[in-house]
């Protein structure tokens, strides 16, 4: 008799957890992601700001599930799931390989969303891949190397002031960093300007930063960033981003042009496009940003044997973090396992255990909100250590993050300042030449075709 076959999309924190809880369980599963790591998005700010290497936050799949006999890891970016016939089909360079599965679990998270605003990409990128933030790593670094020769000053100007759009954790977190930057790290390397005159702005529509955190950890979280020297703008909504600017509207309804070279978009989410096939092809509905409405025990109505989890996945009062997706991605594993062995099926919802929320502001300080419990300021940034450094998979990961920790904390350098022209520009330059480009190139022909983009 074959084995229970269940397929995972993705190797996120919902994909891998999944997979990691079924260890016991009398399946064979096959995990199937777009990407050959599994990455540690919470520190992607600190690729992109130099601090830490790409390797140290996104191990490899394979190795993470390596001694686990009944996984098998698939390279590949899914681009069709059948919920009638149970397949999922997805493509590697040319081949195209389909699956069939008896339970599927699609966890494939959520992308950057621009409110209808797409086009923003090109000037503004986001911050959900490796990808990302070796590309945002370039822009920064490149800014401060073009303004080294640049002998008109309002072009110097505008290539030093760094505007980061959204204010939630990410936003925080790579405001500080950029100041940081400009502040300590890049002191004394220039000798056409200095680094700290760069200006980093902050700007985001809602009346305080870190919306989720509450009122009291955003002032305090404002302040340190004022200190420090970012400029917060509130009450702003962006309406416009082009090479050379950002244009906002205040808090009094005027539109206000910052000139700006280098921008960060870290304002919204939104659900991978997979849920729109699921949603087209059973009677789930999506949530305004695209996420997957999914019943109480995280299945599509009529469809038991299909589980959304993670960031794709709406269920009201989970937010869109880490133990979201882990704690859905273990409630939805032992189903499977008591379904598989013939064991009774309890019929409790999920239920997500708020284990609290923390974000770094900069060197030695970070809040952290745990219940009613809240804190700021140095020991809150030892416990966010702590804990990030706990959940980064493998201990590789977690000796070479601890390393360039104590060189960048302790010290002022970081160690992690390569960039080069393919970040720059390598995704714009994959954008012009179309969609299934990829096997194309490595045949060394020239050229996409114009088949419309797939989202992944
Ligand atoms: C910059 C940033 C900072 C964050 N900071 C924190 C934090 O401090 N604390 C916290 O708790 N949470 C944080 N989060 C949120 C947290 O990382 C997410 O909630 C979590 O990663 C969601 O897990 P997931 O498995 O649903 O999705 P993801 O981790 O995004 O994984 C999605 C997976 O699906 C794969 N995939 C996508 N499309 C396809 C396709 N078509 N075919 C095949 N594979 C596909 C991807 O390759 C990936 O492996 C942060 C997120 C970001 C972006």
């Known amino acids: 008799m074959p084995k229970h076959h269940v397929v995972i999309i993705g190797s ?3 994909g891998l957890f999944a997979a990691k809880a079924l260890r016991r369980a009398d399946v064979e599963i096959t995990l199937i992601a777009k990407t050959s790591h599994h990455l540690f998005q919470p520190l992607l700010y600190q690729v ?6 790409e390797g140290s936050i996104a191990p490899a799949t394979r190795e993470i599930l390596r001694k686990q006999d009944n996984v098998k890891v698939l390279h590949g970016l899914v681009t069709g799931i059948d919920i009638e016939a149970r397949t999922v089909t997805h493509r590697m360079h040319d081949a195209q390989i389909t699956t069939s599965y008896d339970s599927l679990i699609v966890a494939a998270g959520a992308g950057q969303s621009y409110f209808g605003n797409d086009h923003f990409s090109t000037f503004a990128p986001g911050m959900k891949s490796i990808d990302d933030a070796l590309e ?3 822009r920064i670094f490149w800014a401060f190397e073009r303004a080294e020769r640049e002998t008109d000053p309002e072009r110097q100007r505008r290539l030093l002031t760094f505007v980061v759009v959204g204010a939630g954790p990410t936003g925080v977190e790579m405001a500080g960093q950029i100041r940081e930057l400009a502040s300590i790290t890049l002191r004394n390397q220039f000798k056409m300007f200095d680094p700290d005159s760069a200006r980093v702005i902050l700007i985001d529509g809602s009346s305080q930063v870190l919306p989720p955190f509450g009122e009291y950890l955003g002032r305090k979280t404002q302040e340190s960033l004022e200190r420090s020297g970012v400029e917060v703008f509130l009450n702003s909504i962006v309406t416009d981003l082009n090479g050379r600017s950002v ?5 009094d309804g005027e539109l206000v042009t910052i000139d700006s070279t280098c921008k960060v978009w870290a304002a919204g989410v939104q659900g991978n496009v997979l849920g729109k096939s699921l949603a087209e092809q059973t009677d789930a509905e999506l949530d305004r940003a695209g996420r997957v409405i999914v019943l109480p025990d995280m299945t599509l109505p009529g469809h038991p044997e299909v589980t959304v989890i993670g960031d794709l996945a709406f269920v009201p009062g989970v937010p869109g973090v880490a133990q979201g997706a882990i704690q859905e991605a273990r409630y939805v594993a032992a189903r499977i396992a008591d379904r598989v062995a013939g064991r009774p099926l309890s019929d409790q919802p999920f239920k997500y255990h708020d284990k609290g929320s923390m974000a770094t502001i900069s060197k030695f300080s970070a809040v952290v909100k745990v219940g009613k419990v809240q804190f700021t300021g140095f020991f809150a940034w030892v416990a966010w250590l702590g804990l990030h450094l706990l959940y980064i998979a493998g201990f590789k990961g977690r ?5 360039h920790w104590v060189l960048s904390f302790i010290g002022r350098g970081r160690s992690e300042r390569v960039t080069t022209n393919q970040q720059l520009v390598g995704r ?4 012009s030449l179309g969609q299934n480009v990829t096997a194309k190139l490595l045949r060394g022909e020239k050229g996409g075709t114009n088949e419309p983009r797939i989202e992944g």
């Open 136 to 138: 945002l790593r370039a």
């Open 428 to 431: 714009l330059a994959l954008e």
């Open 247 to 251: 244009t906002y509207k205040n808090a």
């Open 399 to 403: 000796v070479t993050t601890l390393l």
């Open 12 to 14: 996120g924190f919902g």
């Open 48 to 53: 992109a700001t130099g601090i830490l290497s």
